[in-house]
């Protein structure tokens, strides 16, 4: 498909087309010798961070960017913020190209990171909404009415974590307020890298709950990497996954499950221990303790199996899931690397990589 | 317009507030420029014992020089050092990422953000010794005007040069002496250009443009500046503000941002 063509006819929100990076990173050894020639003769090489991208994404949509740290995830919504500039391809963002950096499109888009924030450190969060608010030209009622809609949203007063220095919160009202600051424009593309990084249970998931109600909201569309696969499979009904630079998969997270995990996890409670050889008859035994177990059966086999199991044993309690997102992405970059061995000259973004539907 | 004039005031305020804090470092830097003006007050006062005019300079126009400098010293503490210190942070930490994808000048961001108020007795001191020096010259008041536009240019170069410097920051990202380099480099227009020899005026006029920060405005201040020393002013001064624009583009193209 051709880049900024669209898939239902509205215009999409990014388009990538061929994309690319090749930083040059200067090599130093270790020790004091390594510094002083690193001083005298600095080494180069150049370092393909990402290769031959392609991406489309529309209005409203939420996409999940997997990969493993260094795959190019970060660089790639980098180029999209416009924050680094291509080595090549094209690259535009609700009709802009970000590394113009065109105030028209920042208005429209935002940029959260889990390691990083915006919020000034000795004051209080206010002060920092107060200035996002006017670095974005937003009316003084109207700032304080968005404000009071987030916080509220989020478990937030304004009277208290808002008034208190930013120091002096915890990381997960800190994130909080870093998405109230994120917002407050209203952006209609959201680049979220890492939320929920380091955040308890409660507040991951009040993250997550938040920014799938402001997709639903305003429509927005939503770049999301997460290394917490429950904020993917929360919030994300298509994935994309980038290894060493390329992507590798792009598709319904359901697709990358079906593609990579082709068996199912039966867990099983019988009311008797049977053995993992009298298990062995509906599938891999994974795991046998005591009158529980869990098998691998391929999905086709999983009607057969589970009926068989029942009418053999006196079942108990039986589920029957997907292997675990995270497995799946680890056996898909696997895969990526086996492929990346033999065909090392492939093409960016062919073999796993498949067309959107 | 209006919304940058907002923005600058809620900058400072919010610097201003995170400073408030800290009450002995504001006496502390109040007598530190005291003391610092009164050995300059001292030295210069050896420079003219005995009658002696040094490059012709009398006592209240050497004045001129030294308030025009101490002025600009402010300006350096209160304005220029805190930003290139805050943009040398941001690129090391990386959340030179948010201040990019805010929809102000970046440039504008990183020069006004931060205000620091310790450097305003400086700038009182300054002023002092230009009312002073003014009263002892009888100064016009078309004298003062024209030497106040200088002085703001004079800024101009400080700022420009600063910033220039400040950008290199996106290569290297460590450069803390960044703030030593700029304060030596006004240090020397702290007293009149024609006190140095004349290899030293070359220098600070045609290859650092340190004549053209302190001497030239102060000499605009008493109405001795000539029209050619007043459009070469204008010249550098807008010349390197239009480098410090240009420069801090180019480099954004090399900006690699921390990694996450």
Known sequence: MSPGASYDGCVPSIVVDNLSKTYRVADKDPGLRGAVRHLLRRQHREVKAVRGVNLVIEPGEVVGFLGANGAGKTTVMKMLTGLVHPTAGRVEVLGHEPKRRRAALLRQITLVMGNKQQLVWDLPAGDSLRLNAAVYGIPDTEAKRRTDELCEVLGLGRDKELSQPVRKLSLGQRMKCELVAALLHHPKVLFLDEPTLGLDVNAQTAVRDFVGRYNAQHGASVLLTSHYMADITALCKRVVVIHRGQIHFDGPLDDLTTRFAPERQVRVELAEPVGAQGLSAYGVVESVDGRAATLRVPRDSVPAAVNRLLSDHRVVDLTVADAPIDEVVEKLFAHADAQGDTHADTPPDAGLAEPRP | ?260
């Open chain 2, 1 to 260: 317009m209006r919304r940058y004039f907002k923005t600058l005031g809620l900058f400072w305020a919010v610097s201003v507030s995170a400073e408030m804090a800290y009450r002995t470092n504001f006496l502390i830097t109040s007598l530190t420029t005291l003391l610092t003006l009164a050995g300059a007050l001292f030295t210069i006062g050896l420079l003219f014992q005995n009658g002696h005019t040094p490059g012709g300079y009398s006592w209240p126009a050497a004045l001129t020089v030294l308030g025009v400098y101490t002025l600009l010293d402010g300006l350096q503490q209160s304005l220029l050092a805190p930003n290139r210190t805050a943009l040398t942070e941001h690129v090391r930490d990386g959340t030179l990422d948010f201040v990019l994808l805010k929809p102000v000048d970046a440039q504008f961001w990183m020069s006004m953000r931060r205000f620091s108020p310790w450097g305003l007795t400086d700038v009182a001191a300054g002023l002092g010794l230009l009312g002073y020096a003014g009263w002892r010259l009888e100064i016009s008041p078309l004298g003062a005007l024209s030497g106040g536009v200088a002085v703001v240019l004079g800024g101009v170069i400080l700022y420009a040069v600063g910033f220039m410097l400040a950008t290199l920051t996106v290569w290297f990202v460590k450069l803390y002496n960044i703030t030593i380099a700029m304060a030596a480099l006004l240090e020397a227009g702290r007293y009149p250009i024609q006190a140095y020899p004349a290899v030293y005026r070359t220098f600070f006029t045609a290859v650092l443009p340190v004549a053209f920060m302190t001497s030239v405005p102060a000499a605009a201040l008493r109405g001795e500046a000539g029209a050619g020393w007043l459009l070469g002013l204008a010249v550098v001064s807008g010349g390197l503000f239009a480098a410090s624009c240009a420069f801090w583009r180019f480099a954004l193209r090399f900006y690699t941002s921390a990694s996450s």
